[in-house]
């Protein structure tokens, strides 16, 4: 009897080691955010081909599978990885070879810093981003006179923070071709006492763009991995590129299909009739890395540089209601033709008066159709009677760190009243369900988790205001993580795929230092990532 036991036993542990399953990677020791539907807490997954196989109990896995590589996160915190909803991905890596204006507390500083990269770089035409005017004493567009006498002889382009703005200097204007006597619709060349201050606005920068030295192949190659290793190190697997060019999304696939980039990349095609033209007839084009199905369309300007257009006058500027980028008699056409196609629209819409335009020409060409996602990008000022345009049809794009670096001077622009309704984050959710959740960057920070913080807190990084700004609307810590996971996934259409840990799902993954769902608020813009996973393999 005892031989036959000894028997058994041998043959039940031979048949369980020949059974073990060889996978690539097992991930132990953690506590894991699946962020599925039940927002369930795991302690182990196993990944194999580059997708969760079995999600498990730290102990359990180990004696069904024999992983390739083990990753013991002793204990640390797993998050689906972060998808940023609402950015700009080639235009983070091109600043990186420009003049850095952010975080400028004047147009001294500013002259400075050009002077700084010139000496360094003796560049024969100078560009730049970031330079608020609101962050400086004296809130108002800076002019070109210094520029012109310490640069007489280089064109020089800075962009205001928001892309909405540039100043130029004199030789930059004359080679555009720009006088006082140049007319542009849907934007503004600022003039004062007849003569040009070098600002323009909205579509009146539009004007530069035949100046502007194209990037070379190789400076495009080294932006967009430039861009990558910046996103990777923030805990970011995808990025939705709010508006690229079809040279520019090929040259992103082309790197993603040589292993040369392995960022996920949901692109917006940037519209013009060309794009929208071979776009719609090539259909929708999607790889592993890549997702080409909508239209990133401009409403209307922004509210710092009182571009937004707005039903009733600037509360800081009488009679000046902002513009409108594109007449509404051309975006409903131009609505009509996508919306008789499989791709998104995804509409760029600062003002209420924007939103109204857009919410109300979105709800008469899909009222037929249904699950159509077509997306507000930024929803940032609604007027109370249009909220209920929004629906299963029409979904929210928000950046929660616009709310935190507009709060100090928002009032100013929009007066108490008006207010009321924006970046009125909470009221979207409960009306539409879901919220995807983005930075702007590189308008903002890339990182992720100020994103997360300012969503729940409705802070700055100093506490400020104690209170929060609107707090009501502030979000909770699991609908601002769905919203920068699963949600935003859902506003890509690729929930199916990606956005949670779930067996079949990619395995794009996070790892981080502390608990973001439980430690101090004010603890969480220090939240340091560890480790970025993409396809079960460690990216950064």
């Given at each position: 009897?005892?031989?036959?036991?000894?028997?058994?036993?041998?043959?039940?542990?031979?048949?369980?080691?020949?059974?073990?399953?060889?996978?690539?990677?097992?991930?132990?020791?953690?506590?894991?955010?699946?962020?599925?539907?039940?927002?369930?807490?795991?302690?182990?997954?196993?990944?194999?081909?580059?997708?969760?196989?079995?999600?498990?109990?730290?102990?359990?896995?180990?004696?069904?599978?024999?992983?390739?590589?083990?990753?013991?996160?002793?204990?640390?915190?797993?998050?689906?990885?972060?998808?940023?909803?609402?950015?700009?991905?080639?235009?983070?890596?091109?600043?990186?070879?420009?003049?850095?204006?952010?975080?400028?507390?004047?147009?001294?500083?500013?002259?400075?810093?050009?002077?700084?990269?010139?000496?360094?770089?003796?560049?024969?035409?100078?560009?730049?981003?970031?330079?608020?005017?609101?962050?400086?004493?004296?809130?108002?567009?800076?002019?070109?006179?210094?520029?012109?006498?310490?640069?007489?002889?280089?064109?020089?382009?800075?962009?205001?923070?928001?892309?909405?703005?540039?100043?130029?200097?004199?030789?930059?204007?004359?080679?555009?071709?720009?006088?006082?006597?140049?007319?542009?619709?849907?934007?503004?060349?600022?003039?004062?006492?007849?003569?040009?201050?070098?600002?323009?606005?909205?579509?009146?920068?539009?004007?530069?763009?035949?100046?502007?030295?194209?990037?070379?192949?190789?400076?495009?190659?080294?932006?967009?991995?430039?861009?990558?290793?910046?996103?990777?190190?923030?805990?970011?697997?995808t990025v939705d590129d709010a508006g690229l060019e079809?040279?520019?999304?090929?040259?992103?696939?082309?790197?993603?299909?040589?292993?040369?980039?392995?960022?996920?990349?949901?692109?917006?095609?940037?519209?013009?009739?060309?794009?929208?033209?071979?776009?719609?007839?090539?259909?929708?084009?999607?790889?592993?890395?890549?997702?080409?199905?909508?239209?990133?369309?401009?409403?209307?300007?922004?509210?710092?540089?009182?571009?937004?257009?707005?039903k009733k006058s600037y509360t800081d500027k009488d009679?000046?209601?902002?513009?409108?980028?594109?007449?509404?008699?051309?975006?409903?056409?131009?609505?009509?033709?996508?919306?008789?196609?499989?791709?998104?629209?995804?509409?760029?819409?600062?003002?209420?008066?924007?939103?109204?335009?857009?919410?109300?020409?979105?709800?008469?060409?899909?009222?037929?159709?249904?699950?159509?996602?077509?997306?507000?990008?930024?929803?940032?000022?609604?007027?109370?009677?249009?909220?209920?345009?929004?629906?299963?049809?029409?979904?929210?794009?928000?950046?929660?760190?616009?709310?935190?670096?507009?709060?100090?001077?928002?009032?100013?622009?929009?007066?108490?009243?008006?207010?009321?309704?924006?970046?009125?984050?909470?009221?979207?959710?409960?009306?539409?369900?879901?919220?995807a959740l983005g930075t702007d960057f590189p308008i903002?920070?890339?990182?992720?988790?100020?994103?997360?913080?300012?969503?729940?807190?409705?802070?700055?990084?100093?506490?400020?205001?104690?209170?929060?700004?609107?707090?009501?609307?502030?979000?909770?810590?699991?609908?601002?993580?769905?919203?920068?996971?699963?949600?935003?996934?859902?506003?890509?259409?690729?929930?199916?795929?990606?956005?949670?840990?779930?067996?079949?799902?990619?395995?794009?993954?996070?790892?981080?230092?502390?608990?973001?769902?439980?430690?101090?608020?004010?603890?969480?813009?220090?939240?340091?990532?560890?480790?970025?996973?993409?396809?079960?393999?460690?990216?950064?």
């Open positions: 009897m005892k031989r036959i036991l000894l028997l058994i036993l041998v043959g039940f542990f031979l048949f369980a080691c020949k059974e073990k399953k060889e996978v690539d990677l097992l991930v132990m020791n953690a506590k894991i955010y699946t962020v599925d539907e039940n927002f369930s807490i795991r302690q182990s997954f196993v990944v194999n081909d580059g997708k969760i196989l079995e999600i498990g109990e730290f102990g359990k896995l180990e004696l069904r599978y024999t992983p390739e590589k083990t990753y013991d996160v002793d204990g640390k915190f797993v998050f689906p990885g972060f998808i940023d909803a609402h950015a700009h991905f080639y235009g983070l890596g091109l600043q990186q070879q420009k003049v850095d204006l952010t975080g400028t507390k004047s147009f001294a500083e500013v002259v400075e810093r050009i002077q700084t990269f010139q000496k360094k770089n003796n560049s024969n035409f100078i560009t730049g981003r970031g330079w608020d005017q609101n962050d400086w004493e004296k809130q108002e567009f800076p002019t070109n006179d210094t520029l012109n006498r310490l640069f007489p002889n280089t064109p020089i382009i800075i962009n205001r923070i928001d892309g909405h703005v540039l100043l130029a200097n004199k030789i930059a204007l004359q080679k555009a071709g720009i006088s006082t006597q140049t007319k542009i619709e849907g934007g503004e060349i600022i003039q004062e006492n007849g003569k040009l201050t070098g600002v323009l606005i909205d579509n009146a920068m539009t004007l530069m763009n035949k100046i502007i030295p194209n990037p070379t192949p190789k400076e495009k190659i080294s932006a967009l991995k430039a861009a990558e290793k910046i996103c990777l190190d923030y805990g970011l697997t079809r040279e520019t999304i090929e040259l992103i696939d082309s790197l993603q299909k040589a292993n040369e980039l392995n960022m996920r990349i949901y692109a917006m095609v940037a519209n013009s009739s060309k794009n929208v033209e071979y776009y719609l007839k090539k259909g929708i084009y999607k790889t592993p890395k890549l997702n080409v199905r909508s239209f990133k369309v401009y409403a209307d300007g922004a509210l710092g540089s009182r571009g937004a257009a707005l009679k000046h209601f902002g513009s409108l980028l594109i007449n509404p008699k051309k975006f409903k056409t131009l609505a009509g033709k996508i919306s008789k196609s499989d791709f998104q629209m995804n509409m760029h819409a600062i003002g209420d008066s924007a939103n109204a335009m857009v919410l109300r020409t979105y709800d008469s060409v899909l009222k037929k159709q249904n699950d159509r996602r077509w997306r507000i990008e930024h929803a940032q000022i609604i007027d109370e009677p249009d909220f209920k345009y929004f629906s299963n049809n029409i979904f929210p794009s928000v950046q929660p760190t616009h709310a935190t670096s507009d709060m100090y001077w928002a009032n100013l622009r929009l007066g108490k009243e008006r207010l009321k309704n924006a970046y009125a984050y909470k009221r979207l959710l409960k009306q539409t369900g879901k919220i903002e920070n890339v990182n992720p988790l100020l994103t997360f913080y300012a969503a729940i807190s409705r802070k700055d990084t100093s506490g400020y205001p104690e209170d929060g700004f609107q707090k009501s609307q502030a979000l909770s810590r699991e609908e601002a993580l769905r919203g920068m996971t699963i949600w935003a996934a859902y506003a890509n259409f690729e929930e199916k795929e990606k956005g949670s840990i779930e067996v079949g799902k990619y395995a794009d993954f996070v790892v981080l230092d502390r608990d973001i769902m439980t430690i101090p608020e004010k603890d969480i813009p220090n939240v340091k990532v560890l480790a970025t996973y993409i396809d079960g393999k460690k990216a950064n």
